[in-house]
């Protein structure tokens, strides 16, 4: 009998590629995307290089993992929502876990580094086009639902106005993270607030 046909073969493989993801995480926060080798990533992961390639052929194929894995995540944390206060305190968590470089969420310099390298590199352009649509979508599926499920009953093409403006606050947020961590909580908790009430009313 082949062992890859063994039944926890295949939950065996996906602890094996999310060990490798956060290693991959890891790295490119710690020394940026260019920096970051497939060997530094196989020695951060406590795994053999050869190990590691049976999973990801390069290193754009862990970027778009990455990539996939967040999108999943952050789709799942739309889809809990129930009000506008759920997204201001999810925001204003967010914005702390950016701050303390939390490797289990996408740090914001990376993504700008991410954005950048996307320029010129056709795969990772369609896969974050993708990933922006996709959480686009789901922001608007919220504002869609009515309030008895848990949205706030926006009608379609406001829901998509306000989706997108939604987007753009947050990666102004994940850009301010990185540029000033230490902004006044306050104040922030406050614009946060505010801004979110306003798009969400």
Known sequence: MNATAGPGYASRAEAQRDRILCAAL????????????????????QMSAGLMYRYFE???????GIIARQLEEKRAGIRQLHSSNDIASALLAAFERWCARD??????????EMSVEATRNPPLAAALRAFDASMRDELQAWLCRNREQGGLGLAPALAAERALSLQCFIDGLAIRSAREPDLDRAQLRAIVAEMVDKLTA
Do not use: Q, R, W
């Open 26 to 45: 890891k790295c490119f926060i710690d020394h940026g995307f260019h920096a970051a080798s497939m060997a530094s990533i196989a020695e951060t992961a």
């Open 58 to 64: 390069n290193k754009n194929s862990i970027v778009l």
């Open 103 to 112: 490797s289990s969420v996408m740090n914001p310099a990376l993504y700008l």
